[in-house]
């Protein structure tokens, strides 16, 4: 079994399902409201948990009703919460999620998780440094995840960056992260003006850049290489790139080549979108590898 160490965001999502999305001034009735457990690093960990990884989750919640669900929930998950910091001057964060026309919009109030800071990561150095690999986002402030690329690259864990929401991230993250991976939107901001097949041939092997039903593409050092996506008739896909990071992290630690990973992880991904919640259609291991 390898360890993982998940340090990001921890977030309840409020969930509005309607026909359509509203238009600017127009009111519409919805469908259903559920809330659900979310936040990208803490779909991550739940999504690598049910994949067989012994994942401890770095992160903070609202001293609040929000924050001991989400604590409970991972729990019942197998995720180790030993470095899940409650604060009691902040509320737990939240994302606020409409799904209308086959998809998700979404808005994120960042909440406790302003405070996932290098102080709270360097509580946890001792598990950083045993781990397999490391998982990070960037609903967490920025130094967070400077200084989370540092200690994995001072200490040989590989770490893999999922830049999302996006931002600029710096020259020196992008040459030290072992794997990143944005989505087409995403890798438009990281390489700002550049073609994204340069950029792919810039750092083979590194950047993964997600195309949703079409699949992952990346660059193996000889040749660009689009690994397709399974298709499913998606329910709620929210969530489905978390199930995807997950994945890969969990496969390629393992040791599967980058090829297999990814095609693991699309797998995953593809059964994640299935169900309701962003955690709610995370499989299992057995269902992954039954469906490969």
């Given at each position: 079994?390898?360890?993982?160490?998940?340090?990001g965001?921890?977030?309840?999502?409020?969930?509005?399902?309607?026909?359509?999305?509203?238009?600017?001034?127009?009111?519409?009735?919805g469908?259903?409201?559920?809330?659900?457990p979310?936040?990208?690093?803490?779909?991550?960990?739940?999504?690598?948990?049910?994949?067989?990884?012994?994942?401890?989750?770095?992160?903070?919640?609202?001293d609040?009703?929000?924050g001991?669900?989400?604590?409970?929930?991972?729990?019942?998950?197998?995720v180790?919460?030993t470095?899940?910091?409650?604060?009691?001057?902040?509320?737990?964060?939240?994302?606020h999620?409409t799904l209308?026309d086959?998809?998700?919009s979404i808005?994120?109030v960042?909440?406790?998780?302003?405070?996932?800071?290098?102080?709270?990561?360097?509580?946890?150095?001792?598990?950083?440094r045993?781990?397999?690999?490391v998982?990070?986002q960037?609903?967490i402030?920025e130094?967070?995840?400077?200084?989370v690329?540092?200690?994995?690259?001072?200490?040989d864990?590989?770490?893999l960056?999922?830049?999302?929401?996006?931002?600029?991230?710096?020259k020196?993250?992008?040459e030290?992260?072992?794997?990143?991976t944005?989505?087409?939107g995403?890798?438009?901001?990281?390489?700002?003006n550049?073609d994204?097949?340069?950029a792919?041939?810039?750092?083979?092997?590194?950047?993964?850049?997600?195309?949703?039903?079409?699949g992952v593409?990346?660059?193996?050092?000889?040749?660009?290489?689009?690994?397709?996506?399974y298709?499913?008739?998606?329910v709620?896909?929210t969530g489905?790139?978390?199930t995807?990071?997950a994945?890969?992290?969990?496969?390629?630690?393992?040791?599967?080549?980058?090829e297999?990973?990814i095609?693991f992880?699309?797998?995953a991904?593809?059964?994640?979108?299935t169900?309701?919640?962003?955690q709610?259609?995370?499989?299992?291991?057995?269902e992954v590898?039954?469906?490969?």
């Amino acid at each position: 079994m390898i360890k993982m160490t998940i340090i990001g965001s921890s977030s309840m999502d409020l969930v509005v399902t309607a026909s359509k999305r509203p238009n600017k001034g127009e009111t519409i009735l919805g469908e259903s409201f559920k809330t659900v457990p979310g936040g990208k690093g803490a779909n991550q960990a739940v999504a690598a948990a049910r994949l067989g990884a012994e994942v401890y989750m770095v992160g903070c919640v609202g001293d609040d009703e929000f924050g001991e669900q989400i604590v409970n929930n991972f729990t019942s998950n197998g995720v180790f919460t030993t470095y899940v910091k409650p604060v009691t001057h902040s509320g737990t964060g939240t994302a606020h999620i409409t799904l209308a026309d086959g998809d998700n919009s979404i808005i994120v109030v960042k909440g406790a998780n302003n405070y996932v800071t290098p102080d709270l990561v360097e509580k946890a150095l001792g598990v950083i440094r045993e781990s397999d690999i490391v998982l990070i986002q960037q609903e967490i402030p920025e130094e967070t995840v400077e200084y989370v690329t540092e200690i994995c690259f001072a200490n040989d864990v590989p770490l893999l960056l999922n830049p999302a929401p996006a931002r600029p991230i710096s020259k020196t993250v992008i040459e030290k992260a072992t794997y990143i991976t944005p989505n087409e939107g995403e890798a438009s901001v990281l390489f700002e003006n550049k073609d994204i097949h340069e950029a792919l041939k810039w750092f083979p092997n590194k950047l993964l850049v997600t195309e949703g039903k079409n699949g992952v593409r990346y660059y193996d050092g000889e040749n660009e290489i689009l690994v397709p996506a399974y298709p499913v008739d998606a329910v709620d896909t929210t969530g489905a790139g978390d199930t995807f990071n997950a994945a890969f992290a969990v496969a390629v630690a393992e040791g599967k080549s980058i090829e297999d990973s990814i095609r693991f992880a699309n797998r995953a991904a593809s059964l994640s979108v299935t169900k309701f919640g962003a955690q709610g259609g995370m499989p299992t291991r057995e269902e992954v590898e039954g469906n490969l």
